[in-house]
């Protein structure tokens, strides 16, 4: 059964306050950052807590469509359009599982040449004036959908000076409310040597576990339907894009919340609703599976799959600055996504 979207036709987003929480027990382990620990914070509702960032979530979006046994996108996805990257002849990676999307090093950086060339071709047009949004997004929608999405910036300098950027259409977060910390530990025993150099792995070696438990935990998604539209890609192309966004959402939803080794979720309420356009109902996995099938055939010609080919020695960071000393050349500046 093709879902029914008609709810959405005049709304400029589309929201989902989505109350999750723990599948056993009250404890979670949030995400956490360098230098920072779990991101803490206060709000007029007391002590929050950031469990997943946009984007972790982004990543996870992505990783639901990708069949890791088969090194490809889910059956029902096999046809979008996206780039696979091969070394020797077997898989390595590709832009539905790279954090950057089509912005990867395994995609622009390699020895081969082959794909950055035809790229770079087809973005030459952007190389001096103003973006033409609308063939940015034509040119995306060729090689990867899913950066019309979770957004992409095509941060090298040989492409239009490296302007060239789609912000996220589909943005998700977790946060938890009025949390409390857990704190635990334990000890790595070393039952033959107790006392033994903890440096080299020995010894009996104490540890602490900072947890959290939350009165509410919420997943929220954002889905902006203007931007969608602004893409001036037609009704089929924002119809296809709208479904596999929802589609993705579901096979989060229905798939395992587990984020992490202490932080395995569940969604609390069995239907999913949304907060605005209020009363639009997430429609199943299958329904959206039966109506993504139609608005992948109709767009079939705008999309294609590439193989890029990286046969390139994966050097580690040091042994890439030593050449670089060695051929007498500059560390060139790079270029960073945001």
């Known amino acids: 059964m093709n879902p029914d979207l008609s709810k959405l036709d005049t709304a400029t987003k589309l929201l989902f306050s989505i109350e999750l929480q723990p599948l056993q027990g009250e404890r979670f382990q949030p995400t956490g950052f360098p230098s920072l620990g779990a991101a803490t914070y206060e709000s007029k509702h007391g002590a929050n807590l950031l469990v997943e960032s946009a984007q972790s979530m982004a990543n996870r979006l992505e990783t639901v469509c990708w069949d890791e046994s088969a090194d490809q996108p889910r059956a029902e996805l096999s046809e979008i359009s996206y780039v696979r990257v ?42 001096s004036g ?8 034509k040119v995306l929608l060729k090689y990867d ?23 996220r259409a589909l943005s998700a977060f977790i946060e938890a409310q009025g949390v409390r910390q857990a704190i635990s530990g334990g000890v790595k025993n070393d039952h033959v040597n107790p006392s033994g150099s903890t440096k080299e792995g020995f010894g009996n070696v104490p540890f602490s576990r900072e947890e959290y438990t939350a009165e509410s935990i919420t997943l929220f998604v954002n889905l902006d339907l203007a931007q969608i539209r602004g893409y001036g890609l037609g009704k089929d192309i924002e119809h296809l894009l709208v479904l596999l966004a929802l589609y993705k959402l579901r096979l989060l939803l229905d798939g395992d919340l587990r984020l992490r080794t ?10 999913i609703v949304a907060t605005k356009p209020a009363g639009f109902a997430l429609p199943s996995s299958a329904d959206l599976a039966e109506g993504l099938a139609a608005a992948v055939k109709k767009a079939k010609d705008q999309m294609s799959i590439t193989t890029v080919i990286f046969n390139d020695e994966l050097k580690k960071a040091k042994d890439a600055e030593e050449d670089s000393k060695d051929s007498g050349s500059e560390t060139p500046e790079e270029d960073s996504q945001p």
């Open 262 to 271: 202490a932080c395995n979720l569940e969604v609390k309420a069995p239907t």
């Open 86 to 127: 091969e070394r020797r002849g077997k898989y390595l990676t590709s832009s539905m599982t790279e954090a950057h999307r089509i912005n990867s090093p395994y995609l622009l950086e390699g020895t081969d040449r082959t794909f950055f060339n035809q790229i770079k071709g087809e973005l030459a047009v952007f190389e």
């Open 130 to 137: 103003p973006i033409d949004r609308r063939l940015l997004a």
């Open 145 to 167: 959908v899913g950066t019309l999405l979770h957004g992409v910036f095509l941060a090298k300098r040989e492409l239009a000076g490296g302007r060239l950027r789609i912000a």
